[in-house]
């Protein structure tokens, strides 16, 4: 069990990957807190948050289950959340819990970001996807029209990760966490992303999986202290996410994984990359680890415009300029701004090369 | 005109009273943005709209004109401008324009803070209530089980009050800006306390009122510097808000005005301060100049126990327990955590005297 500490600029906090340590979440808390709010989800529920009740005997702890996927990140839920801090009398010195994957931690942190202009919360991802967006105080809802606009830059107290929570995923969530790993490698270290390219992720040893999280921990956690609200390096942590992101919305959110539809992001990063930069990358390496891994590639429903629509209206893009995450090498990575005719060419060669 | 400097944690700006300054601009803007949204409200849009609207020419500019009052501090509204920053294809290098009163600039300003995890806003407050929340940074929409319940500490980029638009108030609107006036007087000014007590609300020079702001408005900043998240003095400016939120809620939003609801607050506040300390307070003197300038203090419905329980759900309250700003002396302020029977006590001997 190792901490990697995060220094930000508005907080800094401890992220903890161990065995059974959500037994043991009061060696994890900065202070005393009056009350506190667990939020989960029913599947989540179901299996861990019992465990983390033992941990307060001595003061008033409260739970709200939300149902379980990518629709709970709404404005109701939202809403309804806050009405159950208010109820349970939630006050400043309250601490909201985040117990599950990507969806409840950006939930419950925007809420607790929100609630009384803001009130404390922890991290406790059950996810392997969730190292990602536990880490650097990203939270949000979605608006109808598109996925995380509504939010706030807003830190954890604390990320409490117990890998014994993991054992639960299914095969399609282990792919999904495996994806951003992938890319955390990509973009900034090569010796993780070779081992990586040897790990079959579905037979993982308990220390081998601590070993890529903390690995893939470390990347987020440097980039976020350097440039919390994204104005530079941040940034780069969207490899694979321009066309990733649109592929989910447009394909509708759960036909793909997030981590899948990174995945085929991840591809057409390094296609975009080979075509600018006029450079060799592992295209087809990393294609053939991903086939091997079952990621879904191929019977892919592209529809082009719509998908260069999308791309324009993603909050990374500035004046409806498409702007992209590429590779000059291995964990060299630049962002550049695309013509759409651009992305229109290479997009449609991609589609080629995927079939 | 003179210019107020305010250096928080998160962010540094100017607050600039003037005459004319809504049609300069561009003078306030710390950068190029990329498209300006203007949030105002049906009354505020009618009458100074066209004037912000002409300062700029060369960039895509967009409005959202909310209905005026209250009740667009809600969830409802809130969600509606989000679409409106994404309909219109704001961006992160997107500004907003907070023009209006309070309503506005808690609701846009939650937007701006909210929009992509945060774009830049800046305030021009058009009403004189508006000089005490347009600075310090606190947004907020409310629940409908109580106000201000959602929002975020969000400091605008700049705040631009121009005092001709407050010729158009009228005399409610003067009398509850009056109020938090009043209120910084008592906490930190004692000079300011007299000037004011000489001051017929409704018979004001431009340079009277540009002065008052101006003292108000300083008063304010210098606590926000020093405590941003209200985590100390910053409460002392909820002197007189225990009570007033209390009643304004428990009337009915409208009933009274924010201001007079403060007002009445205010004078409870002393009549309490009088109890806890046993010191004589400024408290006939204050509400025989509140008599005089038409605040509404009699016929009053108080519902007792309805009042303290809404006291008790303050969003300042720890633990269900009222917290309330008192005075040891004028400019002198101190929180202390009151027993409910003797709120009970005092809030009786209080109606009494208001009779």
Redesign the interface.
Known sequence: MKDIFVQSN?NSYHITVGESIRFQLEDYLKKDY?SILIVSDENVAALYLDDILKNFSDKPIFQSVVPAGEQSKN?QTF?QL??DA??Y?L???SLIIALGGGVVGDLAGFAA??????IDYIQMPTTILAHDSSVGG?V?IN?E??K??????YPPQAVVYDVETLKSLNEREVRSGYAELIKEALIADTDFYHTLLETDIYNLSNSELQDHLQRGIKIKAHIVEVDE?ESGIRKHLNLGHTLGHALESDLGYGKLTHGEAVAIGLLFSLHVSEQVFAVEQPFEELALWLKNNRYPLSDIDYQTDRLINKMK?D??????KIQMVLLKELAFPVVEELKDDDIEKYLNSFIVRMV
């Open positions: 508005t009056s404005m809403y806050q009405t208010i109820n009398a006050d400043r010195e970001a929100t609630y009384m202009r803001g990203k949000a608006h029209l598109g995380n606009l509504i939010g706030n830059f609200k209206s909050k990374k893009s500035v004046k409806s």
